[in-house]
Protein backbone atom coordinates (compact mmCIF):
# COMPACT_ATOMS: atom_id res chain seq x y z
CA UNK A 1 0.00 0.00 0.00
CA UNK A 2 2.98 2.16 0.49
CA UNK A 3 6.31 2.18 -0.22
CA UNK A 4 8.58 0.33 2.66
CA UNK A 5 10.99 3.08 2.21
CA UNK A 6 8.55 5.90 2.88
CA UNK A 7 6.91 4.12 5.69
CA UNK A 8 11.10 4.26 7.17
CA UNK A 9 11.29 7.75 6.79
CA UNK A 10 8.03 8.67 8.25
CA UNK A 11 8.34 6.35 11.34
CA UNK A 12 12.18 7.71 11.72
CA UNK A 13 10.42 11.54 11.42
CA UNK A 14 8.10 10.21 14.50
CA UNK A 15 10.46 9.34 16.85
CA UNK A 16 13.00 12.21 16.03
CA UNK A 17 12.34 13.82 19.20
CA UNK A 18 12.99 11.20 21.29
CA UNK A 19 9.76 9.36 21.24
CA UNK A 20 10.12 5.34 22.65
CA UNK A 21 7.49 4.13 19.71
CA UNK A 22 6.64 4.78 16.83
CA UNK A 23 3.70 3.09 14.75
CA UNK A 24 1.87 3.77 11.36
CA UNK A 25 -1.80 2.19 10.42
CA UNK A 26 -2.81 2.33 6.76
CA UNK A 27 -5.84 0.98 5.08
CA UNK A 28 -8.05 1.26 2.31
CA UNK A 29 -11.95 -0.39 2.99
CA UNK A 30 -14.63 -0.72 0.09
CA UNK A 31 -18.01 -0.50 1.27
CA UNK A 32 -21.08 -1.89 -0.61
CA UNK A 33 -24.45 -2.09 0.83
CA UNK A 34 -28.20 -2.47 -0.29
CA UNK A 35 -31.39 -1.77 1.27
CA UNK A 36 -34.21 -2.50 0.71
CA UNK A 37 -38.32 -1.58 1.99
CA UNK A 38 -41.07 -3.59 1.50
CA UNK A 39 -38.95 -5.35 -1.18
CA UNK A 40 -38.05 -2.44 -3.25
CA UNK A 41 -34.54 -1.37 -3.42
CA UNK A 42 -34.24 2.08 -1.18
CA UNK A 43 -30.90 2.58 -1.81
CA UNK A 44 -27.27 1.63 -2.40
CA UNK A 45 -24.12 2.96 -1.53
CA UNK A 46 -20.52 2.17 -2.31
CA UNK A 47 -17.58 3.98 -0.93
CA UNK A 48 -13.85 4.06 -0.90
CA UNK A 49 -12.56 4.85 2.98
CA UNK A 50 -8.46 5.55 2.49
CA UNK A 51 -6.49 7.05 4.82
CA UNK A 52 -3.15 6.61 7.82
CA UNK A 53 -2.92 7.05 11.29
CA UNK A 54 0.48 7.71 13.08
CA UNK A 55 0.96 6.63 17.11
CA UNK A 56 3.74 7.77 19.22
CA UNK A 57 4.66 6.23 22.72
CA UNK A 58 6.40 8.60 25.16
CA UNK A 59 6.51 6.50 28.60
CA UNK A 60 2.89 5.32 29.27
CA UNK A 61 1.36 8.13 27.29
CA UNK A 62 0.76 8.52 23.68
CA UNK A 63 0.13 10.96 20.70
CA UNK A 64 -2.06 10.42 17.87
CA UNK A 65 -2.56 11.90 13.88
CA UNK A 66 -4.30 10.98 11.08
CA UNK A 67 -4.69 11.59 7.43
CA UNK A 68 -6.12 10.73 4.16
CA UNK A 69 -3.32 12.66 2.14
CA UNK A 70 -0.73 9.89 1.98
CA UNK A 71 2.18 11.84 -0.21
CA UNK A 72 5.30 11.41 1.54
CA UNK A 73 5.55 15.46 1.64
CA UNK A 74 2.20 15.22 4.02
CA UNK A 75 3.00 12.25 5.80
CA UNK A 76 6.59 13.26 7.19
CA UNK A 77 4.97 16.99 7.92
CA UNK A 78 2.13 14.61 10.31
CA UNK A 79 4.36 13.03 11.66
CA UNK A 80 6.80 15.34 12.60
CA UNK A 81 3.95 17.74 13.89
CA UNK A 82 2.96 14.83 16.02
CA UNK A 83 6.66 14.14 17.06
CA UNK A 84 6.78 17.60 18.47
CA UNK A 85 4.87 17.21 21.33
CA UNK A 86 7.31 15.13 22.77
CA UNK A 87 10.37 17.57 22.66
CA UNK A 88 12.76 14.78 24.16
CA UNK A 89 16.80 14.37 23.26
CA UNK A 90 17.10 10.91 23.09
CA UNK A 91 16.40 9.36 19.90
CA UNK A 92 15.48 5.79 18.83
CA UNK A 93 16.25 3.82 15.47
CA UNK A 94 13.32 2.17 13.85
CA UNK A 95 14.56 -1.54 12.94
CA UNK A 96 14.75 -3.40 9.56
CA UNK A 97 11.09 -4.62 8.41
CA UNK A 98 10.47 -8.16 9.22
CA UNK A 99 6.91 -9.61 7.13
CA UNK A 100 4.08 -10.98 9.84
CA UNK A 101 3.44 -14.16 8.12
CA UNK A 102 0.37 -16.09 9.71
CA UNK A 103 -2.10 -18.35 8.54
CA UNK A 104 -5.41 -17.03 6.68
CA UNK A 105 -8.36 -17.62 9.35
CA UNK A 106 -10.92 -16.92 6.58
CA UNK A 107 -9.75 -17.19 3.04
CA UNK A 108 -12.16 -16.35 0.47
CA UNK A 109 -14.18 -18.73 -2.81
CA UNK A 110 -16.48 -15.93 -3.94
CA UNK A 111 -15.50 -12.68 -3.72
CA UNK A 112 -18.86 -9.76 -3.32
CA UNK A 113 -17.20 -7.95 -5.98
CA UNK A 114 -18.01 -10.64 -8.66
CA UNK A 115 -21.05 -10.94 -7.55
CA UNK A 116 -23.90 -8.59 -9.54
CA UNK A 117 -25.95 -6.31 -7.75
CA UNK A 118 -29.35 -7.53 -9.15
CA UNK A 119 -28.34 -10.89 -7.70
CA UNK A 120 -28.13 -9.59 -4.63
CA UNK A 121 -31.11 -7.50 -4.32
CA UNK A 122 -33.00 -10.54 -5.22
CA UNK A 123 -31.41 -12.93 -2.47
CA UNK A 124 -32.25 -10.02 0.11
CA UNK A 125 -36.12 -9.67 -1.50
CA UNK A 126 -36.85 -13.70 -0.62
CA UNK A 127 -36.46 -12.53 3.07
CA UNK A 128 -39.77 -9.42 2.73
CA UNK A 129 -41.40 -11.76 0.83
CA UNK A 130 -41.80 -14.66 2.97
CA UNK A 131 -42.15 -12.22 6.01
CA UNK A 132 -45.12 -10.58 4.44
CA UNK A 133 -46.69 -13.85 3.60
CA UNK A 134 -46.33 -15.31 6.77
CA UNK A 135 -49.28 -13.24 8.44
CA UNK A 136 -51.40 -10.29 7.16
CA UNK A 137 -50.74 -8.02 10.50
CA UNK A 138 -46.64 -7.92 8.74
CA UNK A 139 -47.09 -4.27 7.71
CA UNK A 140 -43.35 -3.37 6.79
CA UNK A 141 -40.22 -4.86 5.72
CA UNK A 142 -36.92 -3.53 6.12
CA UNK A 143 -33.93 -5.71 4.80
CA UNK A 144 -30.44 -4.49 4.16
CA UNK A 145 -26.78 -6.67 3.07
CA UNK A 146 -23.37 -5.12 3.27
CA UNK A 147 -20.34 -6.16 2.65
CA UNK A 148 -16.71 -4.55 3.20
CA UNK A 149 -13.46 -5.73 2.26
CA UNK A 150 -10.60 -3.63 4.68
CA UNK A 151 -7.24 -3.72 3.28
CA UNK A 152 -4.76 -2.97 6.36
CA UNK A 153 -0.58 -2.20 6.88
CA UNK A 154 0.78 -1.92 10.30
CA UNK A 155 4.65 -0.71 10.47
CA UNK A 156 6.24 -0.15 13.46
CA UNK A 157 9.69 0.63 14.87
CA UNK A 158 9.99 -2.44 16.10
CA UNK A 159 10.12 -3.68 12.87
CA UNK A 160 6.70 -4.97 12.17
CA UNK A 161 5.67 -4.92 8.84
CA UNK A 162 2.03 -6.99 8.87
CA UNK A 163 -0.29 -6.68 6.01
CA UNK A 164 -4.13 -8.29 5.42
CA UNK A 165 -7.32 -8.01 3.82
CA UNK A 166 -10.36 -8.27 5.97
CA UNK A 167 -13.64 -9.62 4.22
CA UNK A 168 -16.85 -9.48 5.75
CA UNK A 169 -20.58 -9.65 4.68
CA UNK A 170 -23.93 -9.67 7.10
CA UNK A 171 -27.55 -9.05 6.20
CA UNK A 172 -30.24 -7.40 8.22
CA UNK A 173 -33.58 -8.34 8.30
CA UNK A 174 -36.45 -6.27 10.31
CA UNK A 175 -40.31 -7.27 10.11
CA UNK A 176 -42.71 -4.79 11.95
CA UNK A 177 -46.64 -6.40 13.04
CA UNK A 178 -48.79 -4.00 13.82
CA UNK A 179 -52.39 -3.59 15.01
CA UNK A 180 -54.77 -0.09 15.47
CA UNK A 181 -52.73 0.64 18.53
CA UNK A 182 -49.37 -1.07 18.76
CA UNK A 183 -46.40 -2.39 16.59
CA UNK A 184 -43.45 -4.27 17.11
CA UNK A 185 -40.42 -5.67 15.75
CA UNK A 186 -38.44 -8.95 15.27
CA UNK A 187 -34.92 -8.88 13.27
CA UNK A 188 -32.63 -11.50 12.33
CA UNK A 189 -28.95 -10.80 11.59
CA UNK A 190 -26.36 -13.09 10.86
CA UNK A 191 -22.80 -12.22 9.56
CA UNK A 192 -19.11 -13.99 8.50
CA UNK A 193 -15.96 -13.14 7.72
CA UNK A 194 -16.31 -14.60 4.59
CA UNK A 195 -16.81 -13.59 1.03
CA UNK A 196 -20.35 -14.11 -0.99
CA UNK A 197 -19.71 -17.95 -0.18
CA UNK A 198 -21.74 -17.29 3.23
CA UNK A 199 -24.76 -17.48 1.35
CA UNK A 200 -25.11 -20.90 0.59
CA UNK A 201 -25.79 -22.04 3.93
CA UNK A 202 -27.86 -18.68 4.75
CA UNK A 203 -31.63 -19.61 4.13
CA UNK A 204 -33.04 -15.79 3.07
CA UNK A 205 -36.99 -17.01 3.46
CA UNK A 206 -36.55 -18.14 6.86
CA UNK A 207 -34.72 -15.04 8.08
CA UNK A 208 -38.11 -13.33 6.89
CA UNK A 209 -40.30 -15.71 8.51
CA UNK A 210 -38.51 -15.74 12.18
CA UNK A 211 -38.72 -12.24 12.31
CA UNK A 212 -42.11 -12.11 11.44
CA UNK A 213 -42.79 -14.57 13.95
CA UNK A 214 -41.10 -12.54 16.84
CA UNK A 215 -42.86 -9.23 15.60
CA UNK A 216 -46.20 -11.21 15.42
CA UNK A 217 -45.70 -12.71 18.81
CA UNK A 218 -44.65 -9.97 20.62
CA UNK A 219 -47.56 -8.16 19.16
CA UNK A 220 -50.07 -9.89 20.87
CA UNK A 221 -47.71 -10.84 23.59
CA UNK A 222 -49.05 -9.68 27.43
CA UNK A 223 -47.13 -6.97 29.93
CA UNK A 224 -44.01 -8.39 31.76
CA UNK A 225 -44.27 -8.97 34.93
CA UNK A 226 -41.65 -6.66 37.29
CA UNK A 227 -39.94 -7.65 40.45
CA UNK A 228 -36.88 -10.38 41.44
CA UNK A 229 -37.32 -13.41 39.69
CA UNK A 230 -35.28 -16.51 38.05
CA UNK A 231 -34.39 -15.99 34.61
CA UNK A 232 -33.14 -18.39 31.81
CA UNK A 233 -31.44 -16.72 29.13
CA UNK A 234 -31.15 -18.54 25.86
CA UNK A 235 -28.03 -18.74 23.40
CA UNK A 236 -26.77 -16.72 20.90
CA UNK A 237 -27.87 -12.75 21.47
CA UNK A 238 -28.32 -13.45 25.24
CA UNK A 239 -24.38 -13.25 25.43
CA UNK A 240 -24.99 -9.39 24.76
CA UNK A 241 -25.08 -8.94 28.89
CA UNK A 242 -21.73 -10.81 29.26
CA UNK A 243 -20.00 -8.93 26.77
CA UNK A 244 -21.70 -5.84 27.93
CA UNK A 245 -21.95 -6.11 31.68
CA UNK A 246 -19.20 -8.21 31.80
CA UNK A 247 -17.05 -8.28 29.02
CA UNK A 248 -15.98 -4.26 28.81
CA UNK A 249 -14.75 -4.25 32.15
CA UNK A 250 -12.18 -6.96 31.13
CA UNK A 251 -10.58 -4.53 28.59
CA UNK A 252 -7.29 -3.07 29.61
CA UNK A 253 -8.77 0.17 28.28
CA UNK A 254 -10.71 0.48 31.82
CA UNK A 255 -8.30 -2.33 34.57
CA UNK A 256 -4.97 0.03 33.87
CA UNK A 257 -6.78 2.90 35.13
CA UNK A 258 -8.60 1.30 37.72
CA UNK A 259 -12.41 2.01 36.27
CA UNK A 260 -13.38 -1.24 35.85
CA UNK A 261 -14.97 -3.41 38.97
CA UNK A 262 -12.60 -6.49 37.77
CA UNK A 263 -9.42 -4.50 38.24
CA UNK A 264 -7.87 -5.96 41.44
CA UNK A 265 -9.12 -9.44 40.81
CA UNK A 266 -7.03 -11.33 38.80
CA UNK A 267 -6.69 -15.15 40.43
CA UNK A 268 -10.20 -14.43 42.48
CA UNK A 269 -13.79 -16.27 42.04
CA UNK A 270 -15.82 -13.29 40.10
CA UNK A 271 -18.57 -15.77 38.83
CA UNK A 272 -20.53 -19.34 40.09
CA UNK A 273 -17.88 -22.41 39.29
CA UNK A 274 -20.33 -23.28 36.45
CA UNK A 275 -19.03 -20.13 34.08
CA UNK A 276 -16.06 -20.34 31.75
CA UNK A 277 -15.31 -17.71 29.48
CA UNK A 278 -13.41 -16.92 26.82
CA UNK A 279 -12.48 -13.88 24.03
CA UNK A 280 -11.39 -16.07 20.70
CA UNK A 281 -10.33 -14.12 17.78
CA UNK A 282 -9.27 -17.02 15.87
CA UNK A 283 -12.74 -18.83 15.39
CA UNK A 284 -12.67 -19.40 11.31
CA UNK A 285 -14.22 -17.40 9.56
CA UNK A 286 -16.66 -15.94 12.73
CA UNK A 287 -18.11 -12.11 12.78
CA UNK A 288 -15.01 -10.80 15.45
CA UNK A 289 -12.16 -12.96 14.14
CA UNK A 290 -8.81 -11.30 12.88
CA UNK A 291 -5.35 -12.79 11.64
CA UNK A 292 -3.88 -10.59 13.92
CA UNK A 293 -5.35 -6.86 15.41
CA UNK A 294 -4.40 -3.15 14.73
CA UNK A 295 -1.46 -3.41 15.95
CA UNK A 296 0.19 -6.18 14.35
CA UNK A 297 -0.05 -9.13 17.42
CA UNK A 298 -1.34 -12.30 16.29
CA UNK A 299 -4.93 -13.41 17.05
CA UNK A 300 -5.59 -15.28 20.30
CA UNK A 301 -8.11 -17.71 21.79
CA UNK A 302 -7.85 -15.78 25.45
CA UNK A 303 -9.30 -17.56 28.40
CA UNK A 304 -10.82 -14.84 30.90
CA UNK A 305 -12.41 -16.80 33.65
CA UNK A 306 -12.19 -20.60 34.26
CA UNK A 307 -14.32 -22.03 36.53
CA UNK A 308 -15.69 -18.75 38.53
CA UNK A 309 -11.84 -17.56 38.57
CA UNK A 310 -10.40 -14.87 36.68
CA UNK A 311 -7.64 -15.51 34.44
CA UNK A 312 -7.24 -12.75 32.19
CA UNK A 313 -8.15 -9.29 30.94
CA UNK A 314 -7.73 -8.19 27.00
CA UNK A 315 -4.75 -6.29 26.76
CA UNK A 316 -3.57 -3.69 23.92
CA UNK A 317 0.25 -2.40 24.00
CA UNK A 318 -0.04 0.89 25.62
CA UNK A 319 -2.04 -0.33 28.27
CA UNK A 320 -0.29 -3.54 28.73
CA UNK A 321 2.86 -1.22 29.32
CA UNK A 322 0.83 0.09 32.11
CA UNK A 323 0.02 -2.57 33.56
CA UNK A 324 3.21 -4.59 33.02
CA UNK A 325 1.20 -7.25 30.67
CA UNK A 326 1.98 -8.63 27.42
CA UNK A 327 -0.36 -7.52 24.55
CA UNK A 328 -3.18 -10.21 23.97
CA UNK A 329 -4.09 -9.78 20.09
CA UNK A 330 -6.95 -7.48 21.27
CA UNK A 331 -6.35 -3.70 20.04
CA UNK A 332 -8.86 -2.97 17.56
CA UNK A 333 -10.40 0.04 15.41
CA UNK A 334 -13.09 0.85 13.56
CA UNK A 335 -10.84 3.02 11.24
CA UNK A 336 -7.81 4.75 10.51
CA UNK A 337 -9.09 7.61 12.52
CA UNK A 338 -9.02 6.30 15.74
CA UNK A 339 -5.50 5.05 17.97
CA UNK A 340 -6.70 1.23 18.40
CA UNK A 341 -7.39 -0.10 22.76
CA UNK A 342 -8.33 -3.64 23.55
CA UNK A 343 -11.29 -4.51 22.31
CA UNK A 344 -13.57 -7.89 22.23
CA UNK A 345 -13.98 -10.04 18.80
CA UNK A 346 -15.82 -13.25 19.98
CA UNK A 347 -16.75 -13.30 23.24
CA UNK A 348 -18.82 -15.61 25.22
CA UNK A 349 -19.21 -17.94 27.84
CA UNK A 350 -18.37 -21.76 27.60
CA UNK A 351 -20.64 -24.54 27.37
CA UNK A 352 -21.67 -26.25 30.16
CA UNK A 353 -23.21 -30.28 30.41
CA UNK A 354 -26.67 -29.88 30.92
CA UNK A 355 -29.56 -30.01 28.18
CA UNK A 356 -31.72 -26.62 27.77
CA UNK A 357 -35.27 -28.77 28.27
CA UNK A 358 -33.98 -30.13 31.49
CA UNK A 359 -33.18 -26.50 32.59
CA UNK A 360 -36.70 -25.54 31.37
CA UNK A 361 -38.41 -28.37 33.13
CA UNK A 362 -36.53 -27.84 36.58
CA UNK A 363 -38.20 -24.21 36.99
CA UNK A 364 -41.12 -23.71 38.01
CA UNK A 365 -41.53 -20.07 37.56
CA UNK A 366 -39.24 -17.65 35.38
CA UNK A 367 -38.75 -15.14 32.88
CA UNK A 368 -37.66 -16.89 29.84
CA UNK A 369 -35.36 -14.38 27.65
CA UNK A 370 -34.83 -15.69 24.16
CA UNK A 371 -33.72 -13.26 22.33
CA UNK A 372 -31.92 -10.24 24.25
CA UNK A 373 -31.43 -6.10 22.96
CA UNK A 374 -29.79 -3.24 23.37
CA UNK A 375 -28.83 -1.64 26.95
CA UNK A 376 -26.62 0.43 29.20
CA UNK A 377 -23.95 -0.25 30.96
CA UNK A 378 -21.13 1.15 33.37
CA UNK A 379 -17.47 -0.68 33.38
CA UNK A 380 -16.74 0.73 36.68
CA UNK A 381 -19.36 -0.73 38.76
CA UNK A 382 -21.27 -3.15 35.90
CA UNK A 383 -24.54 -1.49 36.65
CA UNK A 384 -26.71 -2.35 33.83
CA UNK A 385 -29.93 -2.47 32.13
CA UNK A 386 -30.83 -4.52 28.95
CA UNK A 387 -34.06 -4.81 27.33
CA UNK A 388 -35.68 -8.35 26.30
CA UNK A 389 -36.47 -8.82 22.43
CA UNK A 390 -38.24 -11.84 22.78
CA UNK A 391 -39.98 -12.86 26.34
CA UNK A 392 -41.74 -15.90 27.38
CA UNK A 393 -43.16 -16.88 31.29
CA UNK A 394 -41.93 -20.50 32.30
CA UNK A 395 -44.42 -21.76 34.35
CA UNK A 396 -44.59 -25.38 36.52
CA UNK A 397 -41.40 -25.98 33.68
CA UNK A 398 -42.75 -25.04 30.74
CA UNK A 399 -42.26 -22.08 28.71
CA UNK A 400 -46.03 -20.52 29.22
CA UNK A 401 -47.50 -17.05 27.50
CA UNK A 402 -44.87 -14.36 25.49
CA UNK A 403 -44.29 -11.41 27.54
CA UNK A 404 -43.27 -7.72 26.15
CA UNK A 405 -41.73 -4.91 27.61
CA UNK A 406 -39.27 -6.53 29.97
CA UNK A 407 -35.75 -5.38 31.13
CA UNK A 408 -32.92 -7.00 33.03
CA UNK A 409 -31.57 -4.71 35.80
CA UNK A 410 -28.37 -5.46 37.50
CA UNK A 411 -24.90 -5.57 38.17
CA UNK A 412 -22.53 -8.08 35.95
CA UNK A 413 -20.54 -8.94 39.09
CA UNK A 414 -24.14 -9.90 40.68
CA UNK A 415 -25.00 -11.94 37.65
CA UNK A 416 -21.95 -13.97 36.89
CA UNK A 417 -22.45 -15.39 40.74
CA UNK A 418 -26.04 -16.10 40.45
CA UNK A 419 -25.86 -18.32 37.43
CA UNK A 420 -26.99 -21.89 38.60
CA UNK A 421 -27.41 -23.94 35.43
CA UNK A 422 -25.39 -23.99 32.17
CA UNK A 423 -26.26 -26.07 28.95
CA UNK A 424 -24.71 -27.04 26.34
CA UNK A 425 -25.60 -25.42 23.86
CA UNK A 426 -23.15 -22.55 23.25
CA UNK A 427 -23.86 -20.44 20.25
CA UNK A 428 -23.22 -17.30 18.95
CA UNK A 429 -24.37 -13.67 17.32
CA UNK A 430 -23.27 -10.73 15.46
CA UNK A 431 -23.19 -7.45 16.41
CA UNK A 432 -21.17 -4.03 16.40
CA UNK A 433 -19.67 -2.55 19.87
CA UNK A 434 -18.96 0.99 20.13
CA UNK A 435 -16.18 2.29 22.39
CA UNK A 436 -13.28 4.89 22.33
CA UNK A 437 -12.10 3.31 19.48
CA UNK A 438 -15.09 3.60 17.45
CA UNK A 439 -17.18 0.37 16.55
CA UNK A 440 -15.85 -2.88 15.70
CA UNK A 441 -17.54 -6.24 14.47
CA UNK A 442 -17.79 -8.67 17.59
CA UNK A 443 -19.81 -11.80 18.31
CA UNK A 444 -21.49 -12.56 21.83
CA UNK A 445 -22.32 -15.56 22.63
CA UNK A 446 -23.84 -17.99 25.50
CA UNK A 447 -25.30 -21.41 25.99
CA UNK A 448 -28.48 -21.25 27.65
CA UNK A 449 -28.30 -20.26 31.23
CA UNK A 450 -30.25 -19.63 34.63
CA UNK A 451 -30.02 -16.79 36.64
CA UNK A 452 -31.48 -17.74 40.52
CA UNK A 453 -32.73 -14.44 40.80
CA UNK A 454 -32.13 -11.26 38.80
CA UNK A 455 -34.74 -7.65 39.07
CA UNK A 456 -37.11 -7.53 35.65
CA UNK A 457 -38.90 -4.26 35.05
CA UNK A 458 -41.68 -4.63 33.24
CA UNK A 459 -45.61 -2.82 32.96
CA UNK A 460 -47.33 -5.44 35.12
CA UNK A 461 -47.44 -7.58 38.21
CA UNK A 462 -48.74 -11.06 39.51
Partial sequence: MLDKQVVADVLTAALSTGGDFAEIFVENTARNAIQLQNGIVEKAQAGIDYGLGIRIFNGYTCVYAYTNDTSKENLIQVATSAASVIGKSAFVTPQPFRTLCFDDLAPIRVYPSEVHKKHIADMVRQASEAAFAYDARITQTICSYADVAQN???????????????????????????????????????????????????????????????????????????????????????????????GHALEATSVAKKASVFADKMGQQIASPLVSARDDGTIPNAWGSINFDDEGTRSRNNLLIENGILKGFLVDRLNGLRMGMEATGSSRRESYRYAPTSRMTNTYICAGNEKPVDIIADTEYALYAKKMGGGSV???????????????????????????????????????????????????????????????????????????????GGRDSE
Avoid at 194 to 218: H, I, K, P, Q, W
Avoid at 430 to 444: A, F, I, K, W
Fill in 152 to 246: VLIANSDGLWAEDTRHRTRTMIRAAASSESEKQVGSESPGACMGFEFYDNVNMAELGRSSAECALTMLLAKPCPSGRMPVIIDNGFGGVIFHEAC
Fill in 378 to 456: SPATGDFNFAVVEGYMIRNGKIAEPVRGATLIGKGADILMQIDRVADNEAQAQGLCGSSSGSVPTNVGQPMIRVKEITV
